[in-house]
Structures are given as C-alpha cells and as structure tokens.
T-cell receptor, first 114, second 115 residues
C-alpha cells in the first residue's frame, strides 16, 4: 500500500509567478484535500476534490485552484503569488468525501515566495 | 462551525515524567476528534482518534487521549515521556459540512522533552 506522495518537496518562486504542486493519493482513496500551513500555525483547509470535482472550499481566493485526475491524483495551482503564500502545502487523502476517519497526509511542499 | 483550542503554545517535561497536551473542542453534533504529530519539516502523522466508544483512546507510540464530554476536552497523554517525543502536536476535529467533511486544526502545541 503506497502512502500519499507530494512533489516538489521545496521550491522558490518570486512574487507574481505561478506554481503547481502535485499529489498522489493513498491507494484506494478517492478524495483529496489540500491544506496550507503557514509558519507557526495549524493547517488551514484550502479545498477538497472528489471524483475530479471540487466539492468544498475554505476561505482562499480564486487564484488558488486545483484539479483531480481519473487516478485520483491532484494538483494545486496558485497564480499571482504573494509573499504571504509562503507556507508548507499539505495534501491529504481519505476513503470518501464523508469519511469520519483520519486523513492521511503527505510530507508537504515547502513554497517560498521572494 | 467546529473548532478546537490548544491553550498552551509549549509544554516542557523531563524525560520519564508523564505528559499532557491539552485540547478543548466546540462542535454541533457528535465529535470526531484526532491528534496528529509533526516533526520538523515533515508532514502530519496520525496518532489517534475518538469516534465513539471508550473515553480512553490508545494510539501510536504509547500515546493515549481522554475524551471528556462534559468538559468538551480531548487531552493527549503519555505515562512516560521520551526525548524523541519532542515535536509539534495538533488536535483536530472533523468538520461535517454540506457535501464534504474536513479537519479543522488547533494552532498546535510544541512539546519539549528534556533529557
């Protein structure tokens, strides 16, 4: 059974650029959620994808967007990067969108915006 | 909306002593509660969960948590701390929205175990 994997692990961008982060969900899981963890904070929910559609979103602007593919892997895209977007981005998968169990997290992608 | 509070930014304990990391919650309906641990520059690792049943939940690495409905608390405990337990600990609650469910996290508590 493979766990959740994310890429890249680290990246540096400049303000105004665009970034794409990737995630492969745990085997058998059809739901992927993305979280942003700023320094010294708990993870904040960005959005969730289920069967290739966004079915829930937190308090993040539209320049944060995503995709889910037929194999349930997912991408997070951030346009027009701002300094405050510097954070650890975590991908998590779960069995279903209404799962009451734990989320399974990847190691994260550390984004630095200069 | 659901929420959790971790009142301590940091907990210091000597190796071999018992440890407690505090968490209180606010939910409408049944609470689904979780503890995660995060080591430096790493993702979140699941420790334990309360869904229903016994108020004392046992988890990974010797950790346990006590669910107290009247006090709306879910404190993390370990009888004997190890230096390797030093990490950032997050309490979380399942947030059951219309159409999806997510985890809502506390701000985290840094546990420092001294030799």
């Amino acid at each position: 059974e493979t766990g959740v994997t994310q890429s890249p692990t680290h990246l540096i961008k400049t303000r105004g650029q665009q970034v794409t982060l990737r995630c492969s969900s745990q085997s058998g899981h059809n739901t992927v959620s993305w979280y942003q963890q700023a320094l010294g904070q708990g993870p904040q929910f960005i959005f969730q994808y289920y069967r290739e559609e966004e079915n829930g979103r937190g308090n993040f602007p539209p320049r944060f967007s995503g995709l889910q593919f037929p194999n349930y892997s997912s991408e997070l895209n951030v346009n027009a990067l701002e300094l405050d977007d510097s954070a650890l981005y975590l991908c998590a998968s779960s069995l279903t969108r209404f799962d009451t169990g734990e989320l399974f997290f990847g190691e994260g992608s550390r984004l630095t915006v200069l | 909306a659901q929420s959790v509070a971790q009142p301590e930014d940091q907990v210091n304990v000597a190796e071999g002593n018992p440890l407690t990391v505090k968490c209180t919650y606010s939910v409408s309906g049944n609470p689904y509660l979780f503890w995660y641990v995060q080591y430096p520059n790493r993702g979140l690792q699941f420790l334990l969960k309360y869904i229903t049943g016994d108020n004392l939940v046992k988890g990974s690495y010797g950790f346990e948590a006590e669910f107290n409905k009247s006090q709306t608390s879910f404190h993390l405990k370990k009888p004997s701390a190890l230096v390797s337990d030093s990490a950032l600990y997050f309490c979380a609650v399942r947030d059951m929205n219309s159409g999806y469910s997510t985890l809502t996290f506390g701000k985290g508590t840094m546990l420092l175990v001294s030799p």
